[in-house]
């Protein structure tokens, strides 16, 4: 039930991250567009596209952390013994759960902080932009404890929510 809510999670995540994709590139087309072709420009499609660029790039890694499509150097990984990889890949989860709780914590400080400081040509606040962050880090933390969770079940594969794969599929989330 939970990883069927993960799962789930883990699409409108992906969804989120590709609207913010679509938004950035289409407000930096029509800059170019009304700059080379108008030749003037709308002054707030600097802020928006840094706010929609930064949801873009934390969105974006949570989805690829929920999905197990991240970046991982497993260079060590594979040349110890099971054991031995079992207990590492369960140290470093609980690393990055900790990285988590950081990201939570100061995300959230500079999300106040930022509160206070809008955009140079529209009034909305930057900590809007930066909002990203601790949200970013409770999702990565859901995902997180789940592969901990995976880990000290025994399930070796520590699977993510991986968009090619079924929830009733063999081996998929269920």
Not at 29 to 34: A, D, G, K, S, Y
Not at 78 to 95: G, I, N
Not at 130 to 147: I, Q
Request: charged share 15%; no cysteine; glycine share 8%.
């Amino acid at each position: 039930m939970i990883d069927r809510m993960l799962k789930r999670l883990a699409l409108a995540v992906q969804f989120l991250a590709g609207v913010a994709f679509v938004a950035v590139f289409s407000v930096n087309l029509m800059r170019i567009v009304l700059r080379n072709l108008i030749g003037t420009t709308w002054f707030w499609i600097d802020g928006f596209s840094r706010l929609a660029f930064i949801w873009m790039v934390f969105l974006g890694a949570t989805a690829l952390y929920a999905a197990n499509d991240h970046l991982v150097m497993d260079f060590l990984l594979d040349r110890v013994q099971p054991a031995a990889r079992r207990a590492l890949k369960l140290f470093t989860d609980l690393v990055f759960f900790g990285f988590t709780l950081v990201l939570v914590y100061y995300g959230y400080l500079v999300f106040v902080a930022r509160l206070g400081i809008p955009y140079t040509y529209w009034n909305v606040p930057t900590g809007y932009a930066y909002l990203a962050v601790p949200v970013n880090g409770v999702l990565m933390g859901l995902y997180s404890l789940r592969k901990l969770v995976q880990h000290i079940r025994g399930d070796e594969e520590g699977r993510g929510v991986s968009r090619n794969q079924s929830m009733n599929a063999p081996g998929g989330m269920s």
